[in-house]
């Protein structure tokens, strides 16, 4: 079992930026994919950036490609996310989540656990 915190969220105007990071625990951090997703009132769990075990391999949802960037330290067994140039649709709980799979993937059925979310909310 492997428990995720998440940390960083918070109110910011458009066009800002806030950097979210994940603390895990419980296994062998650099044996894992770790994600992060986020979900909207109303919505779905979307993906919204993946990395490998290694931090060599990355991959971002079209929605935030070129504006946030997904990193991992597994020395400090944590994942980071930096968002940049924020979007008031970007408001959302964010999740990281990790999965056993050893290749990157997108599917939330993909991913064994999750920490608790942080608000992220952009302002216009």
């Known amino acids: 079992q492997v428990q995720l915190v998440e940390s960083g969220g918070g109110l910011v105007q458009a066009g800002g930026s806030l950097r979210l990071s994940c603390a895990a625990s419980g296994r062998t951090f650099s044996s894992l994919v770790m994600g992060w997703f986020r979900q909207a009132p109303g919505k779905e769990r979307e993906f919204v950036a993946a990395v490998g075990r290694s931090g060599a391999n990355l991959y971002y949802a079209d929605s935030v490609k070129g504006r946030f960037t997904i990193s991992r330290d597994n020395a400090k067994n944590t994942v980071y996310l930096q968002m940049n140039s924020l979007k008031p649709e970007d408001t959302a709980v964010y999740y990281c989540?990790?999965?056993?799979?050893?290749?990157?993937?997108?599917?939330?059925?993909?991913?064994?656990?999750w920490g608790q979310g942080t608000q992220v909310t952009v302002s216009s």
């Open positions: 989540a990790s999965s056993l799979f050893i290749v990157i993937v997108t599917s939330t059925s993909q991913y064994d656990n």
